[in-house]
């Protein structure tokens, strides 16, 4: 079992950053992807980025790319989000989650995660 606890949410103006972290524990960190969702009200549970294991490979969502960046520590099983140029559609309770890819690869469907955060709210005024 994987613990997952996300930090770092908060509210900011648009066009202001904020950076997000999540620290797993419970397990070893190894050959999990790691990505990062969003839900807003009223909204279904949307991907925003991923990570694999060797943080060598970076996936997102085209809404937030180039904007925002993830990446992970390994050594302190930490993953990150800096989130830049927020603007108010980004307003949402962000999610991390986590999945076992021994072989590889990495997903945007949020049911291939079988870890996941209690979320931090981002709340970005315009």
């Known amino acids: 079992q994987v613990q997952l606890v996300e930090s770092g949410g908060g509210l900011v103006q648009a066009g202001g950053s904020l950076r997000l972290s999540c620290a797993a524990s419970g397990r070893t960190f190894t050959n999990y992807v790691m990505g990062w969702f969003r839900q807003a009200p009223g909204k279904e549970r949307e991907f925003v980025a991923a990570?694999?294991?060797?943080?060598?490979?970076?996936y997102y969502a085209d809404s937030v790319k180039g904007r925002f960046t993830i990446s992970r520590d390994n050594a302190k099983n930490t993953v990150y989000l800096q989130m830049n140029s927020l603007k108010p559609e980004d307003t949402a309770v962000y999610y991390c989650a986590g999945d076992y890819r021994p072989l590889g690869g990495a997903s945007r469907e949020r049911n291939e995660y079988p870890y996941w955060g209690q979320g931090t709210q981002v709340t970005v005024s315009a």
């Open positions: 990570i694999r294991y060797s943080g060598g490979s970076t």
